[in-house]
């Protein structure tokens, strides 16, 4: 049973006639927009709230502790602080783009929530293109990006506009690639056919184990590399880099219109981790979600909370990477391994085979690319370490304003 | 439902205005926008056709062209936008009057 | 109830009509604004709006394609090369060229024929009615790999190729 039909039926009890079904329908779907939109805004207080507690503990300190229990409010006080502010907008910017750019952003994200599904009948609308919809949407970030670059009149805006762009569009495409696996693998794109195949019955009980996860663990692994890269986060974020670009794209932003900016943010990174739930992690499925539907949601939402709190965790203790260093990544790392993992997937499941062997055999190549990432990535880490190592050493001349011989740092 | 025709009014209409972007604008990049407005105009016709022809279910042609037409605009668009930042760069113009270098 | 002297729009026939006029205002932005920017602003528009029509005329997966090909790719292209010629934007006298008067004759004309010749034919008011749109998915995917699988392959090569091209192009040489 969907909610939708639950609630055309419970109007049509109520005695709406029947020769107004659009009016009964329409009204249906108001309704469950304006409940999920008006969730996902409450929503991102509490994300808001999380990162800033997880991001304290990893830097020994207590983080927000006085407004409300566990400091569950100061986020609402922020905001209202948020929306008292003036609200500026530069003499010079070009007033169409910058004014639309931030309602654009908050509606890409936002418009994910229609083909997210948080439980068995729990689906805005279950298309049967739901992750082709889900792919399409990012373009309105990218957009919205561009425009607000563009519109403030800023060097330093117009030139984080360009980074974001080129950032976006370069990990789109092993993001996209990567949530191609579960698709070839079942053979459709609706997120409730995808959440459905993750079901493990063990004799007549379903127990909902059989996520993707265990037989992709590669396509999950570059799907959440490049997804942390989407959402804009660390290492990733040189959006944000306060230091290089000031604070990027909305730097001339302020008030309510700068906190659509960060509220698309949160709300982004949140709805990747729902997305990389449902394809690779069981969506709501789990043990005795069949039989107890109200199980569903409660597990979608652990999962999800727990990804995002993983995010976090990333957030506080990687160091963020150079441009050419993530540009260099994307294309001559994840796009190039995406690639040859599709291919060898599709070549394997026709191999004239048992099943459970096929399986295998996919499963294999799957660790190849898990255990060839984090080479790389470990490489890089090393790399690092001994570059920063040199650079505190007592005879180093970095950040001394003194010449530094070209021969004694080597 | 929606008669087919009014799909091939703003259709022709949308198309009129990539003629006229492409005509009459001075700027190569104008230009190039005008023949996205067209290529669009034509991919509507196309999916109407498609969805008022016989058995939509079976001949699904009219979708299948024009989602080559969508992948061809983007080769297209490539290609010419990279002509025009090379022109940009040695001519430092993008004015299609300006550029008669191979004029009589 | 009186009696209208024309039939009640039905609630798609709104949603067309609203889709069809952001599309054209697009169009007219593209064609008419001074400020090349918002020129691809209201191309934007008139993409959006055509990927709502195929919305309405029941072809999902080309709205969704039209979205992720057009807005998300073609439009940044092009907003890229208007920031990177931007010099061209301000200070130029009239965004028309010399021949602007005869195209826009033209350009009525064209559109007053081609209003002409839709307004004589009789064309059907409603399609068939259309069930599953996942084996429409399904036969799509079929037919780029049995009837039109040299065209499709002939694709592939083509966007190799102007990606290439482009690169080659566009590169700086210094």
Redesign the interface.
Known sequence: MNWSDTLIQLQYDLGAPQELS?LVE?ITFFVGAFVLANAALVLALLLIWITRKVVSRIQDRIGPNRLGPFGLFQTVADAVKLLSKEDIKPTTA?T??YL?APVLSVMGVLMALAVLPIGAGLIGTD???GV??L??L???G??AA??AG?GSNNKYA?LAG?RV?AQL?SY?IPMVLAMLAPVLLIG???MQGLVQAQSFFLGPVNLGVGWFVFLLPGAFLIYFIAALAEAEQTPFDLLEAESELIAGFHIEYSGMKFAMFFLAQFLNSFFLGAIAVTLFLGGWQGPFAGQIPLLGPIYFLAKTFLVYVVIQWIKGTFPRVRIDQMMGFAWKVLVPLVLALILAQMVILKLPLPLWINYLLVLAANLAVVATVLNIMGNYFQSEQIRSKRAFEPKSLIGTMQPVQSSSGD | MVPLSWYLIVAAFVFCCGLYAVLGRRNAIAVLMGIELMLNAANINLVAFWRYGVAPMQNLDGQIFALFVIAVAAAEVAVGLALVISVYRNRRTVNLDDLNLLKG | MPELPFPLPSVQQVIFVLIAGLMILGALTVVLARNLFHSALGLVAAFFGAAGLYLVAEAEFIGVSQVLVYVGAISTLITFAIMLTRGMMFGATSPRNRQSGTAAMITLLAFVVLWALVSTIPWPQAGEAIGDGEAIIAGLGRAFVNEYVVPFQLLAMLLLVALAGAIVLARDRK
Do not use: H, K, Q
């Open positions: 659009w329409g070009d169409p783009s639309l298309l049967n293109i082709l919809y792919v399409a990012g373009s309105l990218i957009m561009l425009m563009w117009l360009f762009v569009l789109e459709t794109m609706s």
